[in-house]
């Protein structure tokens, strides 16, 4: 059971690991809630991030080990379809904001444009 009502972008996770104080104290208090929520692409966008060093994979890899990680599933799939032909957004950005519409979760992210025009959604931006 997801103990947050936030699902993290995977720009806030990577900002994190770059050491942003606003995106460090988010995580690091989602954590001590016991978990933080993510969708499976951003796990696979996250840990597939070209910019790792191999000691940062790792570290990465670590912290994904703190996540409650959300599914790809049917529901997911049909809500982000009609999200890419409704919003004209990215695949990544459609699965993601169909995690957050269909549990009821807010999405943390510093791309507040990617998920313009998406009826319903609630977006945080830590930076601001």
Same mark, same amino acid.
């Given at each position: 059971?997801?103990?947050?009502?936030?699902?993290?972008?995977?720009?806030?996770?990577?900002?994190?690991?770059?050491?942003?104080?606003?995106?460090?104290?988010?995580?690091?208090?989602?954590?001590?809630?016991?978990?933080?929520?993510?969708?499976?692409?951003?796990?696979?966008?996250?840990?597939?991030?070209?910019?790792?060093?191999?000691?940062?994979?790792?570290?990465?890899?670590?912290?994904?080990?703190?996540?409650?990680?959300?599914?790809?599933?049917?529901?997911?799939?049909?809500?982000?379809?009609?999200?890419?032909?409704?919003? =004209?957004? =990215?695949?990544?950005?459609?699965?993601?904001?169909?995690?957050?519409?269909?549990?009821?979760? =807010?999405?943390?992210?510093?791309?507040?444009?990617?998920?313009?025009?998406?009826?319903?959604?609630?977006?945080?931006?830590?930076? =601001?």
């Amino acid at each position: 059971m997801p103990t947050s009502e936030f699902l993290i972008d995977t720009n806030i996770l990577i900002y994190h690991t770059k050491g942003s104080q606003p995106t460090t104290d988010l995580i690091t208090n989602l954590i001590v809630q016991h978990s933080f929520n993510i969708s499976t692409l951003t796990k696979i966008e996250f840990l597939g991030w070209d910019k790792h060093t191999p000691d940062g994979f790792e570290k990465c890899n670590r912290l994904m080990e703190n996540a409650n990680i959300y599914s790809l599933d049917e529901n997911i799939a049909s809500k982000a379809i009609e999200l890419k032909r409704k919003a =004209k957004i =990215k695949l990544a950005d459609a699965v993601i904001a169909s995690t957050a519409l269909l549990n009821n979760l =807010k999405i943390v992210t510093k791309n507040i444009d990617d998920f313009k025009g998406i009826e319903g959604l609630e977006l945080v931006n830590p930076f =601001k």
